[in-house]
């Protein structure tokens, strides 16, 4: 209730701006973050992206995408392979180069009713749409293997939350963010579609950080990944012994 009062608020107030800013531009939007922290607790978050136009949205009238990239990385898919079906190896891999660590995206309806086909491939709007250039293996089920994989993780997400209409010309769209969500900059593109043409476009950007123990944890795991190994297994080897300990005891 709290939440609905307070995106009430930042959309009657995007609203207002929006009508004053209306000669110079049709399309107005903005976050309602644009820091999160993840903690040694954080078990996920969620981002509103909330905006106005100048034209009534809907049937008919304009329409409205919503599509939020994270820090890249690249990514290898292996194929495990049997010998002489008693174990199991690696096989032939594919590696992904500029893989987005997260993926969301969102619209009024989805992408491909929205624009022509040629379009949004251009802008990569749907994840059969990313270009997700591979060396190595070149057989198409490395892609979807790798499409399967970010999909269950939650990271990667397409048209499962429509972006919401309030009134005729205010819109919002929550975006998730999962436990798993990767540190670094993250860009938000809001699409303002007109006649299956991009009219107007508005970028936006936010940043998930480490912060306090979780910061401190990942940093000697990066610089120091010896030290890092030795300390994981000395707090679960104690784990074993006071595990052992209370149960001679009970």
């Not at 495990?80 to 660590?101: H, T, Y």
């Not at 399967?148 to 939650?154: I, T």
Request: glycine letters at 10%; aromatic letters at 6%.
């Amino acid at each position: 209730m709290v939440m609905r009062r307070i995106l009430a608020g930042a959309l009657l107030g995007l609203a207002l701006a929006g009508a004053a800013r209306a000669q110079e531009q049709p399309l107005v939007a903005a976050l309602s973050r644009t820091d999160i922290e993840v903690t040694t607790g954080f078990t996920g978050a969620s981002l509103v992206v909330f905006g106005s136009t100048e034209q009534p949205i809907g049937p008919g009238g304009d329409e409205v995408i919503v599509v939020a990239r994270g820090p890249t990385r690249p990514v290898v898919v292996r194929r495990k392979v049997a010998v002489a079906g008693l174990i199991w190896v690696n096989g032939p891999s594919a590696r992904f180069a500029g893989v987005p660590g997260y993926y969301v995206l969102a619209g009024t309806r989805p992408a491909w009713q929205i624009l022509p086909e040629d379009q949004r491939q251009r802008h990569a709007l749907g994840l059969d749409a990313l270009p997700l250039a591979s060396t190595g293996a070149r057989s198409p089920a490395f892609r979807r293997a790798l499409l399967e994989l970010e999909r269950d993780s939650g990271l990667w997400i397409e048209d499962s939350t429509p972006v919401e209409i309030a009134g005729s010309r205010l819109f919002f769209v929550r975006l998730p963010l999962p436990a798993e969500v990767p540190t670094g900059d993250y860009r938000v593109e809001v699409l303002l579609v007109r006649s299956r043409q991009i009219i107007a476009r508005e970028d936006l950007l936010f940043r998930v950080d480490r912060v306090g123990a979780a910061d401190r944890i990942a940093t000697v795991a990066q610089v120091q990944p010896l030290l890092y190994g030795l300390a994981c297994i000395a707090v679960a080897a104690l784990a074993g012994w006071l595990g052992s300990v209370l149960f001679r005891r009970g």
